[in-house]
């Protein structure tokens, strides 16, 4: 393993992402840094990796103009050095009903979420090979790769597919000694969800066992554990971090009172 690690996080203005970058930054990784609305946020990522004692360098992609935006990952990686860590982490999605859903809308999540992480995959994956000494692809999904939600059907199909991508990726990239797993949240205080910096203990969720969302630190102690050489005999596997709430179907379906789940 080289004396020094470098990571590229996609989508690390901010939430699971910024945590994500800081936490690698913490293991004494390098860590490259993408945003696509919010540079002000990823320079305040990259302060916080410089803080650790690491260099961090930024740069914008935007995962609706494909093929190209992938190559951001390359350049990101040839100003670190190497590559040793792809956290495939940008997203976005909708709330609009399946009889409603244009097809811009579709394409644009599709590609952020699916499209785009393939693409980075490769970019990643080719030069993980090249180095010779092995990686780690951390792909983030979301408890919508396991089950659906009503008014979003592109992000649901995007999110399982990336899923199974995961698993194709590691049985293909294992003999080069890369391993690839998924990390799928559940409901995170984030900007994603209106709760950035929120004291999640003060939040009540009936309907998650755990009674709170997570914090973005949480998921990045995940994602930590699986870009580290203390999981490198796994690959493929899908891990679940929200609280115990993919537990609920059935107990959720048997508590519910009214109609309002069917609005998005």
Known sequence: MPETRAA??????????????????????????????????AEGTAEEVRAQGRRAA????DLTDLPGAAGVVGDLADRLGRLDVLVNNAGTGTATPYLDMAYDQLRDVLDVDLAGPFLCGQE?????????????????????????????A????????????T?????????????VNAVAPGEIATPMTGQEDDDVRAKDRPGVPLNRPGDAREVAAVIAFLAGPESSYVTGASWAVDGG???MGPMAGSHLTGDEWRIP
């Open 8 to 41: 590229v996080v996609t989508g690390a203005d901010s939430g699971i992402g910024r945590a994500t970058a800081v936490r690698l930054a913490e293991l004494g990784m390098d860590v490259g840094i993408t945003w696509h609305s919010d540079h002000r946020g």
């Open 167 to 179: 698993k194709v990726m590691a049985l293909e990239l294992a003999e080069h000694g890369i391993t």
């Open 124 to 152: 990643a994956a080719r030069r993980m090979v090249r180095q010779g000494d092995g990686g780690r692809i951390v792909n983030v999904t979301s408890v919508h790769e396991h089950q659906p939600r009503v008014g979003a």
């Open 58 to 61: 930024v740069a914008r992609m």
């Open 154 to 165: 592109p992000y649901c199909a995007a999110k399982g597919g990336l899923g199974l991508l």
């Open 245 to 247: 709430m993919l537990q």
